[in-house]
């Protein structure tokens, strides 16, 4: 929490940042998010003092990885809304928040972890994405409405997760937070019997799935999950299976044979 002079913007000080990040756990992708966003401060600043900026980013890495599939069938949705936790309260919790994470298009952890009654506005949630910047407007669902007032607390948030005004402390929180609720989520995908575990992540990427399936226009998704482009929605969305595909080639080869006829039927073609 200390500035940092410009000249100490090496090429060594940027490889042991980025090593520092990956000590962390940070994934590859987050990794350059934040190289990303360093190079842009990094750039304006020489502009500002007319320098002649170094490549000091080229021996890390600032690009984007698609990311493996991380999305589950809105069956499992369902099943994990009707399961009943009420006798393990930290697994009910964990599942009311993704439920939650879900319901409001696929809102990130840290941002549900500092949602403020301040952030409820005339029956919507407002809030800025902190990862992003972007300004976000949900209107309250009723099924929202009940998870939020299941946890009201006496304090500014909504949910129990930060209880400190204290910038430092309330980060500690979030983190220490967001890694007991993976924790937890990975035992109910055990529950569940999910071959691959539930994370913070998967609420994010099924409702973008969902919503692809619906037929839902590739800007209406961008603009419901705050992307700041359609570019990184399509990264979500490439990183997804095949399924949809395949079945539109099988829809397209078979309508080459097929046809309908006026009865609804399909009707072999003549060739």
Known sequence: NQDIEFYLMTE?????????LRKRGITRNSVSFYMRILRSVYNKAAAEMFFNPEN???KVYTGVDRTRKRAVNEEIIVRLSNLDLSE???LDYARDIF????????MAFVDIAYLRKSNIRNGFIQYIRRKTGQIINIRIESC???????YKTKSEYIFPIITSSDEKIAYRQYQNSLSYYNKQLKKISDLLGLPSPLTSYVARHTWATAARNKNIPLSVISAGMGHTSEKTTQIYLASLDNSIIDEANKFIISSLYY???????????EV
């Open 12 to 20: 060594d000080f940027i490889l042991e940042y980025d090593s520092w």
């Open 56 to 58: 000091i980013f080229r």
């Open 99 to 106: 439920i939650f994470s879900f319901y409001t298009r696929g």
């Open 144 to 150: 929202m409405k009940k998870i939020m007032d299941h």
């Open 259 to 269: 046809k309908d006829d006026n009865s609804g039927k399909k009707k072999k073609r």
């Open 88 to 90: 393990h309260k930290a």
